[in-house]
């Protein structure tokens, strides 16, 4: 069966205005220089998905709350870490829904104090109208929300869970879906795309797109992730077994292997959420070049990862390089003072 007819049975629904655009960066590109060997640069627009601030959780969000409406679900558990993009967006999709939601939010990150407990995707959270549940330390945030769902059931209510990320097989789609797109517009434009460049984090947008490539006959290695959570062999692991899940619920007949599957986990650094030279630079980097913005644990530490490898040569003069811009924005408020010293 091809991807779109295998997509367009299952339930969805709509939360993006049409397909995200692709713009390259042409100023970046000459700020850059020699450096760049020739290589162009491209970036994928997730980050301008207009509900709720935007970025790549509402492509999971497409799948997973048709999933939860056919199930007749009114109430949405969404897990995260405090500074979640997923929960915040999980709360603005529940509100065009009418659904309520609630939220159950973990200390995955050593950050404290108002700028992070309180401003950027928490301060969205509550102004959607979230119930948030701020977890202590040790207590494990699938379980909490396995009582809650019980609870509220006890209640009468119908819940459903959207686990850390929603990288659940059903919020796996949404990036199969997004791997049509890119073949459309890659036509339109009439470009091949030498790499397609993402953060992982919990492994759903990567797999979910490696799987969408693979069952287009596209080749899912020319996606690279950068690992910004689990160790990169960890994450490679759960990405091959995400996306291979997806093929499967999209019966679609098509498997990933190991060598489908691309994870560098060289722009981690200490762990998630947890502030690198590199991604700073980053991130002023794109900022003050092209005015875009990219996010502090997410897209940023990814772009330090194409810089990277742009400086080490692994792409050829005249690749054109695709950099999934996945959104995350608030999230910098979470983390200003990373930025406003220096
Ligand atoms: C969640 C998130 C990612 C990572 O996506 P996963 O599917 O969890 O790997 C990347 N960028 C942003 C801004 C995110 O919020």
């Known amino acids: 069966m091809h991807l779109s007819d295998a997509l367009n049975r299952l339930p969805r629904v709509s939360l993006l205005d049409g397909p995200t655009p692709i713009q390259r960066l042409h100023r970046l590109e000459k700020a850059l220089g ?3 060997g020739g290589v162009r640069l491209s ?35 969404a897990v995260g870490g405090v500074q979640s993009n997923f929960a915040r967006l999980a709360a603005a999709t529940a509100a065009t829904q009418g659904m309520d939601c609630e939220l159950v939010l973990a200390p995955l990150v050593p950050r404290a104090g108002d700028e992070y407990e309180r401003n950027g995707n928490v301060l969205l959270d509550s102004l959607f109208g979230a119930r948030l549940h701020v977890l202590a330390p040790g207590i ?5 929300a396995q009582d ?42 009439g470009e091949t795309f030498a ?6 984090g919990s492994s759903g947008t990567h797999a979910g797109l490696a799987a969408g490539l693979k069952a287009l006959g596209d080749n899912p290695a020319l996606v690279r992730g ?49 502030v690198t030279d590199a991604m700073v630079e980053a991130v002023r980097l794109v900022a003050r070049q092209e005015g875009l913005l990219l996010d502090p644990v997410y897209s ?43």
């Open 34 to 36: 020699p450096a760049l």
């Open 43 to 77: 970036v994928k627009r997730d980050d301008l998905t207009a509900l709720g601030g935007g970025g790549n959780k509402l492509r999971k969000l497409e799948f997973l709350v048709g999933d939860a409406r056919a199930q007749g679900a009114d109430t949405i558990i």
């Open 140 to 144: 494990d945030a699938t379980g909490f």
């Open 148 to 189: 809650r769902a019980e609870a509220l059931r006890r209640a009468g209510r119908v819940p459903y869970v959207a686990t850390l990320g929603g990288s659940t097989p059903v919020g796996c789609l949404g990036y199969a879906a997004c791997a049509l797109e890119v073949q459309e517009q890659s036509r339109a434009l």
């Open 195 to 200: 790499g397609i460049v993402l953060p992982n």
């Open 226 to 274: 950068h690992s910004v959570l689990a160790p990169a062999e960890a994450a490679r692991q759960a990405t091959i077994d995400k996306g291979n899940a997806t093929l499967d619920l999209l019966g679609v007949g098509a498997r990933l292997d190991a060598s489908d599957i691309d994870v560098s986990g060289d722009q981690r650094g200490e762990g998630y959420g947890i």
């Open 300 to 342: 940023g530490k990814a772009f330090a990862g194409l810089l990277a490898d742009v400086r080490s040569g692994r792409y050829r003069p005249g690749d054109h390089v695709l950099f999934l811009a996945t959104g995350g924005v608030p999230g910098l408020y979470a983390y200003a003072s990373a930025f406003l010293n220096g």
